[in-house]
Nanobody, 122 residues
């Protein structure tokens, strides 16, 4: 129900935009988030926003470089990633939360995509 796209290989300092398309219009009322998992590490929160797109949250490691947004008319959430660093290399997942209180918590999310690989070369 959630399908990510836009991952790939990019040099350090470059940019990528990830997309997460929801199959159903009901996701318009869901908060959405992006998480990532690097090899050998636990999955971690990257960014989240409420269903209106007004409230946004970011991990300290990506603040000022990444921007999360949504287009509810297209049932799509985006993650614009600028000034990419090798440490941003990971599989990126989008997720949806119907009810939430803390969007930075993985446990808040009910639906997950399959992930898209982002590789940043030095």
């Amino acid at each position: 129900q959630l399908v990510e796209s836009g991952g790939g290989l990019v040099q350090a300092g470059g940019s990528l935009r990830l997309s997460c398309a929801a199959s159903e219009g009901s996701f318009r009322r869901y908060a959405m988030g992006w998480f990532r998992q690097a090899p050998g590490k636990e999955r971690e929160f990257v960014a989240g926003l409420d269903w209106t797109g007004v409230e946004t949250y970011y991990a300290d490691s990506v603040k000022g470089r990444f921007t999360i947004s949504r287009d509810n008319a297209k049932n799509t959430v985006y993650l614009q990633m600028n000034s990419l660093k090798p440490e941003d290399t990971a599989v990126y997942y989008c997720a949806a939360a119907g009810r939430y209180s803390a969007l930075w918590l993985e446990s808040e999310y009910e639906y997950w995509g399959q992930g898209t690989q982002v590789t940043v070369s030095s």
